[in-house]
């Protein structure tokens, strides 16, 4: 009797169970697994995208071991919505750095159809401005006097036959990474300076100082860098005058030791070049 | 024996019940860290819909641990980090492409002044 009681309570134990994974396969699927399954769609569909494939290896391979984890069955609903809502975050994160980087594998391109558009444009109006080229050389002088101004306005030394134009850490929010809307003024100056002056191209490098790992700081910088050049482009200078570049934390100016060198440190300097016509 | 085995595990498993674990400092740190970055990198204008449910779910991990519920803060700790790290990853990926658009909608410029004074007898 015992044994028998015991079996009983064994089947009847059984019958529960199987009652309860039943129902547990069907919460499971009519909910989590599907957003395993989107998630594992939505991370295939990334990884055979071939512009993008290659792209962000490192944030890649975290998607798919996030994925990973979400497939794994879980009893608990709300671990699994959370292993679920981590793989979706994880794939959007590495489809924005592929693009991110997609994009900079873009610029030469990018920047050689400006450089052709631009040649063009100089090869039909050659005439035009072969007419114009004594007025330009009575501007001469007053160029010369007019940048000389610009030194005096903007935070630029003269370095050889080249301009450096400084634009300090207030133009910048935060740490340095993005133009604030009450930075246009020294910012419009330079526009304005390279505006003027057509023949002039101009490097922009992006500083930091030392706070932060290296490659933080190297991405910050590319990123100050990369603002100040858009927001040159956007007021009307041709992108094949331009190269933006980050330098992160390797060429501080002052001390790292205090929040004074530190702000001094985290700045964009911009390096307008003399061509060899105006250097002679 | 049996028994005196289940016994155990189910006064463990009451015990861990009772003793509420630690809070999830670490989990809660790494959130405000990647919420600074984010804010840092001005998510707030180029990706403020991932930034907002970094803060949201950076607050409502506070509100678990104060109800001393440290799993699910840890949850939402991570999420709020996940949140915060793409809010960054996608500014930086509308920046790039705004630098592009900007590089593209120079050069139609261009061409198209070109097109159009070429056109013009002079």
């Known amino acids: 009797m015992n044994t028998a009681m015991k079996f009983k309570s064994f089947g009847t134990g059984l019958a529960a169970a199987a009652v309860a994974s039943v129902l547990a396969a069907c919460a499971s699927t009519s909910v989590r697994p599907a957003g395993a399954i989107d998630a594992r769609a939505r991370l295939t569909r990334l990884q055979s995208d071939p512009a993008l494939a290659s792209r962000a290896p490192l944030a890649m391979q975290t998607a798919d071991a996030a994925v990973r984890v979400a497939e794994r069955p879980e009893a608990d609903p709300d671990l699994e919505a959370h292993r679920v809502y981590m793989a979706d975050r994880k794939i959007d994160i590495a489809r924005a750095q592929a693009e991110t980087r997609l994009a900079e594998d873009q610029r030469p391109e990018l920047r050689a159809q400006s450089e052709k558009a631009r040649l063009d444009a100089r090869t039909r109006e050659l005439d035009l401005a072969q007419s114009q080229t004594s007025l330009a050389k009575a501007e001469g002088a007053e160029q010369a006097a007019d940048l000389q101004r610009q030194i005096d306005l903007a935070q630029a030394r003269v370095a050889g036959s080249n301009l450096i134009v400084t634009l300090g850490n207030s133009l910048f929010s935060g740490d340095g990474t993005v133009l604030e809307d009450s930075s246009s003024g020294d910012l419009n100056r330079l526009a304005a300076v390279l505006d003027r002056y057509p023949d002039r191209t101009a490097s922009i490098k992006g500083y930091t100082d030392d706070t932060g790992t290296e490659h933080g700081n190297q991405a910050r910088s590319q990123r100050s860098a990369d603002s100040v050049m858009a927001y040159l482009i956007a007021q009307g200078i041709a992108p094949d005058r331009l190269t933006a570049s980050g330098m992160g934390d390797s060429s501080p100016v002052a001390t790292n030791d205090s929040a004074f060198g530190r702000q001094q440190n985290r700045r964009v300097e911009v390096t307008i070049h003399t061509p060899e016509s105006v250097e002679r | ?122």
Do not use: W
Not at chain 2, 97 to 106: A, D, P, T
């Open chain 2, 1 to 122: 024996m049996l028994h005196t085995a289940a016994g155990l595990t189910g006064i463990f498993v009451l015990c861990a019940c009772a003793s509420t674990p630690p809070a999830p400092n670490a989990n809660l740190q790494e959130a405000r860290h990647a919420i600074g970055a984010a804010e840092q990198a001005e998510a707030g204008r180029y990706a403020p819909n991932e930034l907002r449910a970094a803060r949201a779910n950076l607050a409502a991990a506070d509100a678990a641990v104060r109800a001393q519920n440290m799993a699910t803060a840890q949850r939402l700790a991570d999420e709020s980090t996940a949140d915060a790290e793409l809010a960054t990853a996608r500014t930086a990926d509308v920046m790039a492409n705004s630098v592009n658009s900007e590089m593209k909608r120079s050069t139609a410029t261009l061409t198209n002044e070109m097109r159009r004074s070429s056109g013009d007898p002079q």
